[in-house]
T-cell receptor
Framework: GAGVSQSPRYKVAKRGQDVALRCDPI?????LFWYQQALGQGPEFLTY????????KSGLPSDRFFAERPEGSVSTLKIQRTQQEDSAVYLC???????????????FGEGSRLTVL | AQKITQTQPGMFVQEKEAVTLDCTYD???????LFWYKQPSSGEMIFLIY??????QNATEGRYSLNFQKARKSANLVISASQLGDSAMYFC???????????????FGKGTHLIIQP
């Protein structure tokens, strides 16, 4: 597809369940970001990939959160033993640029809305 | 300290009026970029406009313009001739410096909920 695709769009999980959220970035985009957006808030940075390398995971809130991008394209954000405070929209964004050449905008997917009961 | 501050949680504006959404930022970097995104109820983040810290002219994109006041660290979004379809959340965001990693991403404000009334 032409844009960033995320799945599932909606996920309801029982507390303690593991979830996996998928992101298909725009083909050829080197940079991939995950953001967490709580209700009524702006997106907050979780982690960043440059191709398959996870260069920054400083925003991951706990060791229950894990992200990977093994072949430098599709990425998966996994949340283990979900808690109610994990309920949020998880946004994936990609960019064709890296580093000092990164003057362009990020292209966002529609997000995956996670509700933990 | 917050890096991006949007002081208007919500705004009501009459259709066809111009609207200004406030954004102030905090950075010690000389090189940075400022962005505005629109997020309708469907959830996708739509890029609107970009201003680089070294750009001398205010950015404009159709009905959108960015009132960039560098000394005040202000980057307000102006929407001219507002339309009903402009109703959405609006986020100001910043990319700082050239540090790479997550810094290549964006730091967002908390957003302003704009409602255009007929």
């Amino acid at each position: 597809g032409a844009g960033v695709s995320q799945s599932p769009r909606y996920k309801v999980a029982k507390r303690g369940q593991d979830v996996a959220l998928r992101c298909d970035p725009i083909s050829g985009h080197v940079s991939l970001f995950w953001y967490q957006q709580a209700l009524g808030q702006g997106p907050e940075f979780l982690t960043y990939f440059q191709n398959e390398a996870q260069l920054d995971k400083s925003g991951l809130p706990s060791d229950r959160f894990f992200a990977e991008r093994p072949e430098g394209s599709v990425s998966t954000l996994k949340i283990q033993r979900t808690q109610q405070e994990d309920s949020a929209v998880y946004l994936c964004a990609s960019s064709p640029y890296i580093g000092s050449r990164n003057t362009g905008e990020l292209f966002f997917g529609e997000g995956s809305r996670l509700t933990v009961l | 300290a917050q890096k991006i501050t949007q002081t208007q949680p919500g705004m009501f504006v009459q259709e066809k009026e111009a609207v200004t959404l406030d954004c102030t930022y905090d950075t010690s970097d000389q090189s940075y970029g400022l962005f505005w995104y629109k997020q309708p109820s469907s959830g996708e983040m739509i890029f609107l406009i970009y201003q680089g810290s070294y750009d001398e002219q205010n950015a404009t994109e159709g009905r959108y313009s960015l009132n960039f006041q560098k000394a005040r660290k202000s980057a307000n979004l102006v929407i001219s001739a507002s339309q009903l379809g402009d109703s959405a959340m609006y986020f100001c965001a910043m990319r700082e410096g050239e540090r790479g990693g997550g810094a290549d991403g964006l730091t967002f404000g908390k957003g302003t909920h704009l409602i255009i009334q007929p």
